[in-house]
């Protein structure tokens, strides 16, 4: 069995990502791990070729800022990284996202469990998502709990954005969401945990890709009922990264929840009552 990774990323280094992280929690189970890194204006490259790691393979691309339709750019970029893998698995990775080194084990074992059985298209991992600090994380319905990270290299999808991928039936033109397994691990997503500068600087940059305008990000408007302390351990690789502030961030207490807001607290409510996960997966869970 061999497993692949696979990224795409421009301008990680200006943005704040913990993309060298990102790459190095997985390098140790994989047997390459292809890096898409789009031309850009700061040292990404560079910092990337210094990982030094012979399971490195790097492809360099331009995007096409002429696409500002749904983020589809961000698909192309991604596919682009994952037509380029060669093992039977091909493992996704966004530049925030990060896998303790106490899941590895479980991420090979569920590839090799699931290796032969044709239902399973994709596995899924739990998420968490830091916010404003790394003592803090989101709990909502509105934000996803679960998604598929790597795929069968043997079945033909396509990404309409940088989040999921749908595969092709039989028909060719019908097009679904993946079949999965669950891997029994988690990935710990930094992206709301870095500066808001970053926030803000990365924001203005990429919501063209979607056709919009930005709207400066404060982390403080935010509903504080979602927010949780987090009480775990973060992967190792990420220590050094993380910021420094101490306790649960704390949002404004004056503010105004939004209709999506109060739609999530209704949601949350009904999870709490019922024992439900109403937040969006991005693919169809298989009975085991």
């Not at 390459?32 to 492809?59: A, H």
């Not at 502030?245 to 999530?264: C, D, I, Q, S």
Request: proline share 3%; charged share 30%.
């Amino acid at each position: 069995m061999k497993i692949s990774a696979f990224t795409f990323i421009r301008n990680g280094s200006i943005f704040g990502f913990p993309y060298r992280e990102s790459i190095r929690s997985v390098l140790p189970i994989v047997d390459e791990f292809v890096v898409n890194v789009g031309y850009g204006d700061d040292d990404t490259l560079e910092k990337i070729k210094e990982i030094g790691d012979r399971k490195i393979r790097i492809i360099e691309s331009s995007w096409n800022d002429n696409m500002k339709v749904s983020g589809y750019v961000y698909g192309q970029q991604k596919m682009i990284a994952q037509f380029n893998c060669t093992g039977d698995w091909a493992f996704y990775l966004e530049g925030d996202e990060i896998v303790h080194e106490n899941d590895l084990q479980k991420i090979v074992d569920a590839c090799r469990s699931n290796l032969h059985d044709e239902r399973v298209e994709v596995l899924a991992f739990d998420y968490i998502h830091f916010y404003g600090n790394a003592n803090s994380y989101l709990d909502s319905p509105g934000w996803y709990r679960q998604a598929a990270r790597i795929i069968r290299t043997s079945v033909r999808s396509y990404a309409p954005d940088g989040l999921f991928w749908h595969v092709l039936t039989d028909k060719s033109k019908v097009s679904r969401y993946p079949r999965a397994a669950h891997t029994g691990a988690m990935i710990y997503h930094y992206g709301w945990a870095r500066s808001e500068e970053e926030m803000n600087r990365k924001s203005a940059n990429v919501q063209k890709y979607w056709d919009k305008n930005h709207q400066k990000i404060d982390y403080r408007e935010i509903d504080q009922m979602i927010i949780r302390e987090f009480t775990g351990t973060h992967p190792a690789v990420i220590k050094d990264w993380l910021p420094n502030e101490k306790g649960v961030f704390r949002a404004n207490p004056a503010h105004n929840l939004t209709r999506r807001e109060k739609k999530h607290r209704l949601m949350k409510r009904i999870e709490e009552l019922f024992g439900l996960d109403l937040s969006k997966k991005h693919f169809i869970p298989l009975k085991s």
